[in-house]
T-cell receptor, first 116, second 114 residues
Framework: DQQVKQNSPSLSVQEGRISILNCDYTNSMFDYFLWYKKYPAEGPTFLISISSIKDKNEDGRFTVFLNKSAKHLSLHIVPSQPGDSAVYFC???????????????FGKGTKLSVIP | DTGVSQDPRHKITKRGQNVTFRCDPISEHNRLYWYRQTLGQGPEFLTYFQNEAQLEKSRLLSDRFSAERPKGSFSTLEIQRTEQGDSAMYLC????????????FGSGTRLTVV
């Protein structure tokens, strides 16, 4: 049972345009949602996060929107740049019962290609 | 401190052999995690340490897998009697408390079992 879903395996966008990456989740206990960016042969790198009590968080060219009623979040990149080409993972955070820390559950990722 | 280090970067082994990976977290991070990523999938949680104590293990972690974190510093992940299905990228991550930025990941160890 996949709790975090990224239904688009890939996305191509022209340089300068907006990239919109989508993510759906099923577990209402998630308290934070995060986006990671991954280049080949590297580990995922944290990009931006949003608390479950917020509906928008912005950091430079990156904005994450959360629609809690729809259990849906999206990452907007404006304007898109060729260097943004990477795999983007949506992740959701939930408390590890009895362990005092959190576990991240990841989606399968969306490969973004920004065309010059 | 340059981040989370993992060694080796790549490992090719024959089926049935044992392998061990090492992870050096960011020095002030007391929490350490192991994840596994297979082709076309996102990272999947394996196990979690707080200091030297292993507090959580996923059901993905069969009895052929063992992880340790002696003295709450570096960690090792050992796979005994490797199988072809163990081929994956093994990612280590560390964090400080419960920061909402999630974890800092290492570059991973890519295991290929032939």
């Amino acid at each position: 049972d996949q709790q975090v879903k990224q239904n688009s395996p890939s996305l191509s966008v022209q340089e300068g345009r907006i990239s919109i990456l989508n993510c759906d989740y099923t577990n209402s206990m998630f308290d934070y949602f995060l986006w990671y960016k991954k280049y080949p042969a590297e580990g995922p790198t944290f990009l931006i996060s949003i608390s479950s009590i917020k509906d928008k968080n912005e950091d430079g060219r990156f904005t994450v929107f959360l629609n809690k009623s729809a259990k849906h979040l999206s990452l907007h990149i404006v304007p898109s740049q060729p260097g943004d080409s990477a795999v983007y993972f949506c992740a959701a955070r939930a408390l590890l019962s009895g362990a005092g820390s959190y576990q991240l559950t990841f989606g399968k990722g969306t490969k973004l290609s920004v065309i010059p | 401190d340059t981040g989370v280090s993992q060694d080796p970067r790549h490992k090719i082994t024959k089926r049935g052999q044992n392998v061990t990976f090492r992870c050096d977290p960011i020095s002030e991070h007391n929490r350490l995690y192991w994840y596994r990523q297979t082709l076309g999938q996102g990272p999947e949680f394996l196990t979690y340490f707080q200091n030297e104590a292993q507090l959580e293990k996923s059901r993905l972690l069969s009895d052929r897998f063992s992880a340790e974190r002696p003295k709450g510093s570096f960690s090792t992940l050992e796979i005994q009697r490797t199988e072809q299905g163990d081929s994956a990228m093994y990612l280590c991550a560390s964090s400080l408390e419960t920061a909402h930025y999630g974890y800092t990941f290492g570059s991973g160890t890519r295991l290929t079992v032939v």
